[in-house]
């Protein structure tokens, strides 16, 4: 390829190519890691799945790829705003 | 098809087996759409680049949601999403609601649904809300955001609806909402049916389960505990219809 040697290609996204469980409880995860609560599942269909937050939190320090397809947050207004600097930068109407 | 195979032969890897190379992910039970607003947004026509690189608010689907064009006019559609994985990955760069702008709302809605009364999927519908004041819970209120987020993605608001001709059974829930105000925050929660005065149907007790289980397990209250006080409410459930006409008696439901 053209790309520079010691760049390497970035992979691609894991997201992108994964596929979705079809079996949830066929899962099986490696120790340490709490399943999704069977009884919000027992007559799971059409890949439909129920977690509890438990189950989900875990996912939280793993999955930290920005998404592809979100917007530039500043042009929508979506932008912090850092609280120490409200009263100066914003002429106090923040208070 | 390649992946599949693939798949198949090495096994499967979540991302807990393989954080940058798994190969399955966990669908949730529902797509769904985050929209923003804020003063900021207002009157922003997202004419040039980069900001046209973003998808538009879609055409309403029904004639009913053609009657909240207004009211959509400056709520930006952000991001879809329909997987666990995909879910973190936007909550971890986006901005918290502790640090959003005066007056800014966060609209977690299923996707195909727009955030209005208007929408056919809203309009026999109402909502539970809290409002907390701000001062008390600028420290909490992230938490509450994402655990209101987390139960409703997860879809166990609602967990035991009835089962619709053998396909997977629709759940009442249409959408969460976070709101920023100068004094308090509101946390709602959507659902797609409101019980109507008087008829033992057994949706009051589905939609009383919703709220109880806002209230206890995802902001971690009491069941007896009362909550309204200055700038606060108990966690209440209004039907749209009921909101629509302000001043006439509404009929609360509170946990």
């Known amino acids: ?95 | 098809q390649e992946i599949d195979m693939q798949a198949q032969a090495e096994g499967i890897r979540t991302v807990f087996n393989d954080p940058t190379n798994f190969n399955v992910k966990h669908p949730l039970y529902s797509s769904w759409t985050l929209w923003f607003d804020s003063p900021a947004t207002k009157g922003r026509n997202l004419p040039q680049t980069p900001v046209s690189a973003f998808p538009q608010t879609p055409i309403p689907p029904t004639p009913g949601a053609a009657a909240a064009q207004g009211w959509m006019e400056d709520i930006k559609r952000v991001i879809s999403f329909d997987s666990v994985e995909e879910f973190w990955g936007l909550y971890n760069n986006i901005v918290p609601p502790s640090q959003l702008p005066q007056k800014a709302n966060y609209y977690l809605f299923k996707e195909g649904i727009i955030p209005a009364w208007e929408d056919e999927a809203n309009k026999n519908g109402g909502k539970w809300s809290i409002q907390l004041p701000k001062d008390k819970n600028r420290g909490h209120v992230d938490k509450m955001w994402l655990y209101t987020m987390l139960a409703a993605i997860g879809e166990t608001f609602d967990p035991s609806p009835p089962s619709e001709g053998g396909s997977a059974p629709q759940s009442l829930i249409t959408g969460v909402i976070v709101s920023v105000r100068p004094q308090f925050y509101r946390l709602s929660i959507w659902t797609r049916l409101a019980p109507s005065q008087g008829e033992a149907d057994g949706l009051k007790d589905r939609i009383e389960n919703v709220g109880r289980h806002f209230k206890m397990s995802v902001l971690g209250f009491g069941e007896a505990q009362r909550l309204a006080g200055p700038l606060a409410t108990e966690v209440e459930f209004l039907s749209h219809k009921d909101s629509e006409k302000k001043g006439k008696a509404a009929k609360k439901i509170i946990i």
């Open chain 1, 1 to 95: 390829t053209l790309t520079k040697n010691h760049v390497p290609a970035p992979l691609p996204s894991a997201l992108a190519t994964a596929r979705n469980i079809d079996n949830i409880n066929s899962v099986q995860y490696p120790e340490g890691i709490q399943s999704p609560k069977a009884e919000l599942n027992t007559n799971a269909k059409d890949g439909k799945f129920r977690y509890d937050r438990e189950f989900l939190l875990q996912f939280m320090a793993l999955c930290k790829e920005k998404p592809a397809m979100l917007p530039p947050l500043d042009a929508i207004g979506l932008e912090p705003v850092d609280q120490s600097s409200l009263s100066m930068s914003r002429g106090g109407s923040g208070r």
